[in-house]
Nanobody, 115 residues
Framework: QVQLVESGGGLVQPGGSLRLSCAAS????????MGWFRQTPGNQRELVAV???????NYVDSVKGRFTISRDNAKNTVYLQMNSLKPEDTAVYYC?????????WGQGTQVTVSS
């Protein structure tokens, strides 16, 4: 069993920054990748950024150059550094851990970008 605990969301002004954290507990030896997704009311959850077990990263076009995903293997934690935030980045952000047999999700953290 794997548990994901997210933190770091909040209210920020346009142009500001936030860093989200996702700490994984349990057996993560066979992890394929971890990633961040986001969802707004009435819309499907969309991929924001992923990082594979080899460290390869991938981003949705709308956040390239502004967001950075990274990980600390010693702490089993993945981070999402979000800079130059825009109102359209407002969403609930979810952490996902993908294994060969199944995926685990965090509880979500609200990010609101507004003046």
């Amino acid at each position: 069993q794997v548990q994901l605990v997210e933190s770091g969301g909040g209210l920020v002004q346009p142009g500001g920054s936030l860093r989200l954290s996702c700490a994984a507990s349990g057996s993560i030896f066979s992890l394929n990748f971890m990633g961040w997704f986001r969802q707004t009311p009435g819309n499907q959850r969309e991929l924001v950024a992923v990082i594979t077990k080899r460290g390869t990263t991938n981003y949705v076009d709308s956040v390239k150059g502004r967001f950075t995903i990274s990980r600390d293997n010693a702490k089993n934690t993945v981070y999402l550094q979000m800079n130059s935030l825009k109102p359209e980045d407002t969403a609930v952000y979810y952490c996902k851990a993908q294994f060969p047999a199944r995926a685990y999700w965090g509880q979500g953290t609200q990010v609101t970008v507004s003046s």
